[in-house]
């Protein structure tokens, strides 16, 4: 008994060093290459200078990339939030004509129809509406793609609500609008966020969408914008890479931290977060 | 302050799901008014279309002496608590009390004062700048029949008032509830599944089953004379003995007693056809010493103690089923032979269809 | 689905809507269903718009010679089925088609599910710190933005100085052009197990301790105690993470940021062919046909995945 649970211990401190040597190891360089005066691919101890964000700061692309991400993800984040409250809010609380074929259609529709399998049309039916190379074009299919999503994850959300807490302000008189400025929004606030943080993290890292529909280096996003620097010829400039990852990447870390300090990193109907 | 008046009253669900049938009943100016039945008999439908949270599909509705029956809830003047309570968890006691006084535009300050005030009547005072969540569930309760008085209705109505709290508090809700109403003397609705939650306290009590009033009367009325057996079987906390029998030429026939003369005495008003009937009578009011015209002899089974009280089950002869309440220490051994014996006045009894059939109090 | 089974899942979120009560009401908030349609709208116009729409363009496209350039841009050409039987016929395709199986079976079916599992099983005992670090790095390789993941992979097999060689003293070897598949099969395992992760924990804490302890005193080691409480109790999670991790990982962009589908076609899954036919080649009504096949796939996954929802509920 002692020597196999010995063995036991053994066998899980064993699995869970390469656990986190399969998963750190390759994360160590966007921590590590930042700050080396002379970036190699490889991880290797820094001699922490700042000098490669000197770098980055004088790259003509990168800032801007930067700020058309805040844009796209802010606009999609505020349309997908917005629209889907209220469609939510409906499908939940009031028994319209078709809803159930409604919600079995965003069901489907949200797994199936996805940005991969409808790129050509997508990119085909932005060539017709004149969107190509227009940053509110990506934020509409965006939009469009994350929505059935949204309205499905709210929509437990609201359905979760007891319904007593509206009818109860109704019975004190108050009319539809208040009843949702009074009482719904504040009591699904919660879900909200997660929409919203859902949509903005979804948005910061998308690469296809942008990368198929934006042509003009001055409106890519910085998701576009990491994979030029990397893939175009030439010798990769690793100095901008590095530095450009971590300032890239850190406001998803932070979103992270917040979320789980926050809520804890709870599950939502398998939806990436 | 406002009777209710409700006539006619039907509401059918789509899918032609009936939850209410036909309904005529009247709630006096000021009393307080128990809605009683199992699961499922329209009782929570009927008190949320009287709230107007339900439309009604025919039939109408007077709160006073108007006609609500087409009234948006916030245009009738009632106020309804709800099973849970559904205070908003984002606002404080005080916002709470005072949603209705927002919604009439009432002014900041004159809404706190008055919400101060109700809090105060219900001992609410030290609680007033806490959210819902960090109260017990009493306290919640109170909250929300204060949140109900704010807007000073003409008619409360409560679902389920006391279900959501536990045993021992419940009973001290009830006494609670019932001073609360005659204190602010407004006309009460209050739904309810418990039996004796209504006995307790109401003033009249509504049973009903499958969208329909099945009695009405006073809680005293009710448990001594159940208008029918479904009633007979939902009342009183112990089981009502529920035997069968048959009248033959107005005499009553009850298992091992076929033929006792006796029993057909004292049999008065409405005319009894011969038939297969129900006699019933409650445990409460039998004895064991087998001393009446009416005796079922039985050997005892078991014995129950309700504290102040045992229940004791006796078998018949004839394989029938008495159970008889008797006062703690006069309880009768197991195996004992004894003589069952309902109270001289007490014996109901139930034609074919289940409807009371002895109206006089007099039977045997 | 069935019309009765359709109404079996109403009827049964209407008796736990409220107790008591006889039916859910129709309208709680008191909208009117005017309004309440008004509401919907708009969200629905914009998936019509850009989901709908862009999913039935793919049949209209399928059946043209549409190219992005060159007289079939102006004007296509109606071409029936010939897009779909040169697909059929046209060996990259085919390739294709094999390597996204390879990948989805390889790392989403085997890697992700294997690996998801045996960290929620593992993570339950050890102590609070270990768990919360390696949960972050797990979550943390799987929301950080694709380009990003995608070159600190690039950065992390390059023959060129990557740790990977480092370490296993194998310098110059060029993963990512050697073994392409086995490359992004690992690196999707790395990318998407948070999810099965996730998920596994989840439906583990619903697995009743009680089970597990009277298991335990029947004297059911852990392989015992896995195959006759935890398995049993979870299988309706497996299925759906398999599902789910399937479609994600049959639809998944990322290999392109790793390999662009090469060296020679190597590592070119279907999302990839896509990209490169149709949008790169200039081929969109071939792509499109593509794009169409790839959507039955996606339907036939979707539909046993909102059965199996119906079905728990």
Excluded at chain 1, 25 to 35: E, G, Q, R, S
Excluded at chain 2, 180 to 192: A, C, E, M
Aim: hydrophobic share 50%.
């Amino acid at each position: 008994m002692r020597t196999r649970s010995v063995v036991g211990r053994l066998a899980l401190v064993a699995f869970l060093a390469a656990v986190l040597a399969f998963w750190a190891l390759p994360m160590l360089w966007l921590v590590t290459a930042p700050f080396d005066s002379q970036p190699g691919l490889d991880v290797s101890w820094p001699d922490w200078t700042l000098a490669n964000f000197q770098k980055l700061s004088e790259n003509p692309y990168a800032f801007s990339s930067l700020q058309n991400s805040v844009y796209l993800a802010v606009g999609t984040m505020l349309g997908v939030t917005a629209l889907a409250a209220l469609a939510a809010y409906s499908l939940s609380r009031v028994r319209i004509p078709g809803r159930n074929g409604i919600l079995y259609g965003l069901l489907l529709l949200s797994s199936i129809v996805t940005g991969t399998a409808a790129m050509v049309p997508i990119f085909q039916l932005m060539f017709q509406l004149n969107l190509i190379d227009d940053r509110s074009g990506v934020i509409l299919v965006l939009t469009g793609g994350l929505l059935p999503a949204a309205i499905f994850i709210l929509k437990d959300f609201m359905d979760a609500t007891p319904k007593s807490y509206e009818e109860s302000a109704r019975v004190f008189g108050a009319s539809p609008t208040q009843v949702l400025r009074h009482v719904v929004l504040p009591i699904v606030r919660p879900g909200l966020a997660t929409i919203a943080v859902w949509a903005l993290v979804n948005v910061w890292s998308d690469f296809l969408t942008a990368y198929i529909l934006l042509r003009d280096p001055a409106k890519i996003p910085a998701g576009v914008v990491m994979y030029t620097f990397y893939s175009e010829g030439g010798q990769a400039n690793l100095p901008l890479i590095s530095a450009f990852s971590l300032v890239y990447a850190l406001p998803v870390v932070a979103l992270y931290l917040f979320v789980n300090r926050r809520y804890g990193f709870r599950f939502h109907g398998g939806i990436k977060s | 302050m406002a009777s209710i008046r409700i006539d006619g009253l039907t509401k059918v669900y789509p899918g032609d799901v009936t939850a209410i049938d036909g309904l005529d009943v009247t709630v006096e100016d000021g009393s307080f008014f128990a809605l009683l039945g199992p699961s499922g008999c329209g009782k929570t439908t009927l008190l949320r279309t009287i709230a107007g949270l339900e439309e009604a599909s025919g039939g109408s509705i007077s709160i006073g002496d108007r006609d609500v029956t087409r009234l948006a809830p916030g245009d009738r003047n009632v106020a309804m608590v709800f099973q849970d309570y559904a205070l908003f968890p984002h606002m404080t006691v005080t916002d709470n009390i005072a949603y209705p006084l927002r919604i009439k535009k009432v002014g900041r300050s004159e809404r706190a004062a008055k919400a101060a005030e109700t809090g105060e009547g219900l001992g609410l005072s030290a609680l007033m700048a806490r959210r819902p969540g960090e109260l017990s569930g009493g306290q919640q309760q109170r909250v929300a029949l204060a949140r109900a008085m704010a807007c000073q209705p003409d008619v409360f109505l409560l679902d389920e008032p006391l279900s959501n709290l536990d045993a021992r508090l419940r009973l001290e809700a009830r006494t609670f509830l019932k001073r609360l109403q005659k204190d602010l003397g407004v006309t009460t609705v209050f739904v309810t599944h418990d039996q004796s939650e209504a006995l307790a306290m109401a003033d009249q009590i509504a049973v009903m089953e499958a969208g329909r009033i099945r009695q009405l009367g006073t809680p005293s009325e009710i448990f001594r004379r159940p208008a029918n057996t479904f009633v007979a079987n939902f009342i009183g906390s112990t089981p009502m003995n529920m035997l069968p029998g048959k009248l033959v030429g107005g005499v009553l026939q009850v298992g091992a007693l076929e033929g006792v003369d006796a029993v057909a005495a004292g049999w008065a008003g409405r005319e009894a056809p011969d038939g297969e009937v129900t006699v019933a009578f409650r445990p409460e009011y039998a004895r064991v010493d087998g001393k009446g015209p009416l005796v079922f002899e039985g050997t005892v089974e078991t014995t129950e103690s309700l504290g102040a009280s045992v229940l004791v089950t006796a078998r018949t002869d004839d394989g029938q089923r008495v159970q008889v309440v008797v006062p703690e220490g006069e309880e009768p051994e197991v195996g004992a032979v004894v003589g069952v014996a309902p109270a001289s006045g007490r014996v109901l009894v139930y034609d074919a269809e289940g409807e009371l059939l002895s109206p006089s109090s007099s039977v045997p | 689905m069935t019309a009765t089974a359709d109404r079996k899942v109403r009827s049964n979120r209407e008796a736990g809507a409220r107790a008591g009560g006889p039916v859910d009401s129709i309208d709680a908030a008191g909208l009117g269903r005017a309004r309440a349609a008004g509401l919907v709208a708009p969200a629905l116009v914009l998936v019509l718009a850009f989901l709908v729409v862009p999913a039935a363009w793919t049949v209209y496209l399928g059946v043209t010679d549409y190219r992005l350039t060159g007289i079939q841009a102006a004007n296509p050409e109606f071409v029936g089925l010939d897009n779909f039987t040169a697909a059929l016929a046209d060996p990259d395709f085919r390739n294709s088609l094999w390597l996204t199986l390879l990948f989805v079976l390889g790392s989403a079916i085997v890697g992700q599910t294997v690996a998801g599992f045996a960290l929620a099983w593992t993570l339950r005992t050890v102590p609070k710190l270990v768990r919360s670090v390696v949960e972050t790095l797990v979550l943390l390789a799987w929301i950080l933005p694709s380009s990003i993941v995608a070159f600190l992979w690039v950065a992390y097999l390059s023959g060129d100085g990557g740790t990977l060689n480092a370490m296993l003293q194998t310098s110059g070897t060029e993963w990512l052009l050697e073994h392409p598949m086995a490359s992004i099969i690992v690196f999707n395992t790395w990318r998407g197990t948070a999810f099965s992760m996730l998920l596994f924990s989840a439906a583990l804490g619903a697995v009743p301790p009680s089970q597990l302890e009277s298991a335990r005193l029947a004297g059911a080691g852990a392989f015992a105690q896995l195959r006759d409480v935890v398995l049993p109790h979870i299988r309706g999670h497996v299925l759906t993470n398999t599902l789910l991790i399937s479609l994600w990982t049959f639809n998944d962009f990322s290999p392109y940021l790793l390999t662009a589908g090469g060296p020679n076609h190597a590592s070119e899954t279907l999302p990839v062919f896509i990209y490169n036919k149709a949008l790169y080649g200039g081929q969109l009504g071939y792509g499109s046909a593509i794009s169409f096949i790839m959507l039955l796939i996606n339907l036939v996954i979707a539909l046993f995945y909102v059965r199996l929802l119906r079905e728990r509920r």
